[in-house]
C-alpha cells in the first residue's frame, strides 16, 4: 500500500499546485450584474435562479472591452483548467479511501470501498457543470429553462454531497488511527510530504494574493 500513498502524495500535492493557479485566474472575475463587481466559480455553481446565471454571463459581456476580455479569458481558462483538476481532486479522495479501506476489516473495509468509487459520481458531475458552462459563455447567453436549472443545479449538490462525506470520513477515520495508535511509523513520512504540500499550497495563495488589483470605482457608473 505503500505505492498507493506515494501516488496520493503525487496526486493531492498536483491538486494543491493547479488549485493555488486556479485561485490566481479567480481574481480576474468581474462581471456587470447591477454594477461592476467580483464574482466567484460558487456564483455559477449556485445561482439563485437561471436569470441569474445568465444575468452573470451577459455582464461579463457588457463590461469595457480590456476587463471584459481579462474575465472571460480568464473563466475559460479556469474551466478548461478544471478539467485537469477534476481527476487529480477526486483521484486524491479515490486513493485516500484505498489507503484507509485496507487499515479496516469487513464493514468499514467496504464502506471505505464503496467510497472510493463513487468518486466516479462528482467527475461526471464536474465535468458536465464544466460543458454546461462553456457552451453557455456568450454575449446572448439565453435563460434556461426551469428543469434543465434544477438538473444542474441537482448534479452540483450530488458532486459536493458525494466528495463531502468521503472527505469528512476518511479525516474522521485518520483521527480515529492517530488516537488509538493504529498506524505504522513508515506512514509519517507520507504525513509529512502532505503538510509540507500544504503548507506550500497556503505560501503560494499569498503570493499570488499580492497581485494587482483592478479599481472598480472608475466602472462604476457604466450600469447607471
Not at 30 to 41: D, E, G, N, P, W
Not at 113 to 120: D, E, R, S, T, V
Not at 167 to 194: D, E, N
Amino acid at each position: 500500500m505503500q505505492n498507493v500513498a506515494a501516488y496520493f502524495c503525487l496526486i493531492f500535492g498536483s491538486m494543491l499546485l493547479l488549485g493555488a493557479f486556479a485561485k490566481l485566474l479567480s481574481k480576474n472575475f468581474y462581471t456587470l450584474h447591477v454594477f461592476v463587481r467580483k464574482f466567484s466559480i460558487l456564483d455559477l455553481e449556485f445561482p439563485d435562479s437561471s436569470l441569474e446565471l445568465t444575468t452573470y454571463i451577459r455582464g461579463i459581456f457588457l463590461l469595457p472591452k480590456e476587463l471584459s476580455t481579462r474575465s472571460l479569458r480568464s473563466l475559460k481558462t479556469y474551466l478548461y483548467l478544471d478539467f485537469l483538476f477534476i481527476p487529480l481532486a477526486y483521484g486524491s479522495l479515490f486513493l485516500l479511501c484505498l489507503l484507509i479501506a485496507n487499515k479496516f476489516t469487513f464493514l468499514g473495509h467496504y464502506i471505505f470501498l464503496i467510497l472510493a468509487w463513487l468518486q466516479l459520481i462528482p467527475v461526471v458531475c464536474d465535468a458536465g457543470k464544466n460543458f454546461f458552462l462553456l457552451k453557455k459563455i456568450r454575449p446572448d447567453a439565453k435563460v434556461s429553462r426551469e428543469g434543465t436549472h434544477k438538473a444542474y443545479l441537482a448534479l452540483e449538490r450530488i458532486k459536493w454531497l458525494v466528495a463531502l462525506v468521503a472527505a469528512v470520513f476518511s479525516l474522521s477515520a485518520l483521527f480515529y488511527f492517530w488516537v488509538t495508535g493504529k498506524y505504522s511509523v513508515s506512514s509519517f513520512r507520507f504525513l509529512i510530504i502532505v503538510i509540507i504540500e500544504i503548507a506550500v499550497f497556503f505560501i503560494l495563495r499569498k503570493v499570488f494574493a499580492k497581485g494587482s488589483k483592478i479599481d472598480l470605482e472608475k466602472y462604476q457608473n457604466i450600469g447607471n
